[in-house]
């Protein structure tokens, strides 16, 4: 089964409102996880990671945080913006070498004007 | 730079039918990967590769063989086409593991 999902399937918000994307993962191991974004008809885009060691990392409108006691990840967008409208995943390691990810399913993300 | 190429873009198969789903990228990655992605779905992991003449299998191999001669290509096999497979197929790439680079897909129907 997997180790890696998502709360919610899809998320509408009014442009500029700050988005919050969930995940939740189950292998207590994993100590690499990244947040990529998927256009219709694109690949996944890398957006931002973060190390076990961390609990927050920030990037450009976009923080992760990690609550390793609950084994939580979430993806928070500030004033989100018609082309953040995408899929969401997280995704963590398959081992602790690092060497390939498993991906959750997915949140959709439709932002209006 | 390229990235990660994909070729075709788009097949249509018969059932039984083998065709090689071509990936090369041209960042000098160490690590490749081929992951399936089926309508509403997130990826599923088939193969992956850590270097030249190393290949793993991932979630979901069955049906599929890749090989790795070179550091720059990565091509998937699928031997003998079932509608199963109907899905789109993405090849990643990445150094020792970190962020991918993923390519734009390859979306194949098996009828």
């Not at chain 1, 997915?106 to 209006?112: P, Q, R």
């Amino acid at each position: 089964g997997e180790s890696v999902g998502l709360h919610l399937p899809t998320l509408s918000v009014q442009e500029g409102d700050n988005s919050i994307i969930n995940c939740a993962y189950s292998n207590s191991a994993s100590d690499y996880f990244i947040w990529y974004k998927q256009e219709s008809g694109k690949g996944p885009q890398f957006i931002i990671d973060i190390r076990s060691n961390m609990d927050k990392r920030q990037g450009q409108r976009v923080t992760v945080l990690l609550n390793k006691t609950v084994k939580h990840l979430s993806l928070q967008i500030a004033a989100t913006q018609p082309g953040d409208s995408a899929v969401y995943f997280c995704a963590e390691n398959i081992d602790q070498a690092g060497t390939a990810l498993i991906f959750g399913k997915g949140t959709t993300l439709s932002v209006s004007s | 730079n390229a990235g990660v190429t994909q070729t075709p873009k788009f097949r249509i198969l018969k059932i039984g039918q083998s065709m090689t789903l071509q990936c090369a990228q041209d960042m000098n990655h160490n690590y490749m990967y081929w992951y399936r992605q089926d309508p509403g779905m997130g990826l599923k992991l088939i193969y992956y590769s850590v270097g030249a003449g190393i290949t793993d299998k991932g979630e979901v191999p069955n049906g599929y063989n890749v090989s790795r001669s070179t550091t720059e290509d990565f091509p998937l096999r699928l031997e003998l086409a079932a509608p199963s497979q109907t899905s789109v197929y993405f090849c990643a790439s990445s150094f020792r593991g970190g962020g991918y680079t993923f390519g734009s897909g390859t979306r194949l129907t098996v009828v």
